[in-house]
């Protein structure tokens, strides 16, 4: 079946630097892909999405690639902040989503 | 413009209670969805409803039973609360349930059974 695989983490970066959060995915056909975000005690949000091979979505200056040749989604940022600290996670797209199991980021000033 | 509201936010349960947790979105989507998160788990489907009227089961709907009241209202009851029930349940909805429709979730409802 679908599924996601995404680093764990947790990551702990200083502010200001460079962010990348590996996702591969294993899938039928040709799904959409999605980054979530999830701050404490909050739900999960739509942070960006691409919906077919090459796309980049981008949203708050993160960026994601959906590379097919590679099956991967990995979300970068070139500059994090204290803010960006939370959960993020990686999804496939269908009728029924499928999720990564979530990445902890800790920004420390 | 509220998007996905659930009720309650917080609630303790003893082993064996039941109750309802409701669920509303004001986007006029037709698919919605529950979910749980649990440390290690990740989240897991309970039920869904694809559109007014109908309703499925995911991954974990043992325990679970759903009524999708109206477009805008799906409820999760909990019959028989069990400990392994603790947990975060989020709602969620999407326009369309198709590949290119996001979900959209709500801030969750934390239960805790002892």
């Known amino acids: 079946g679908d599924s996601v695989t995404q680093m764990e983490g947790p990551v702990t970066l200083s502010e200001e630097a460079f962010l990348t959060i590996n996702c591969t995915y294993t899938?039928?056909?040709?799904?959409?892909l999605f980054w979530y975000v999830q701050y404490p005690g909050e739900g999960l949000q739509l942070l960006l999405k691409?919906?077919?091979?090459?796309d980049k979505g981008s949203n708050k200056g993160f960026e994601a690639t959906y590379r097919k040749e590679t099956t991967s989604f990995h979300l970068e940022k070139g500059s994090v902040q204290v803010s960006d600290s939370a959960v993020y996670f990686c999804?496939?797209?269908?009728?029924?989503?499928?999720f990564g199991p979530g990445t902890r980021l800790s920004v420390l000033p | 413009n509220a998007g996905v509201t659930q009720t309650p936010k917080f609630q303790v349960l003893k082993t064996g209670q039941s109750m309802t947790l409701q669920c509303a979105q004001d986007?006029?989507?037709?698919?919605m969805y529950w979910y749980r998160q649990d440390p290690g788990m990740g989240l897991r489907l309970i039920y869904y409803?694809?559109?007014?009227?109908?309703?499925d089961k995911g991954e974990v709907p043992n325990g679970y039973n759903v009524s999708r009241l109206n477009k805008r209202e799906f409820s999760l009851r909990l019959e028989s609360a069990a400990p392994s029930q603790t947990s975060v349940y989020f709602c969620?909805?999407?326009?369309?349930?198709?590949?290119?429709?996001?979900?959209?979730f709500g801030n969750g409802t934390r239960l805790t059974v002892t």
């Open positions: 969620a909805s999407s326009e369309a349930g198709g590949r290119n429709s996001p979900l959209h």
């Open positions: 899938a039928t056909g040709y799904p959409s």
């Open positions: 691409a919906t077919k091979a090459d």
């Open positions: 999804a496939l797209g269908g009728q029924n989503f499928v």
């Open positions: 986007m006029n989507h037709n698919s």
């Open positions: 409803s694809a559109s007014e009227g109908t309703t």
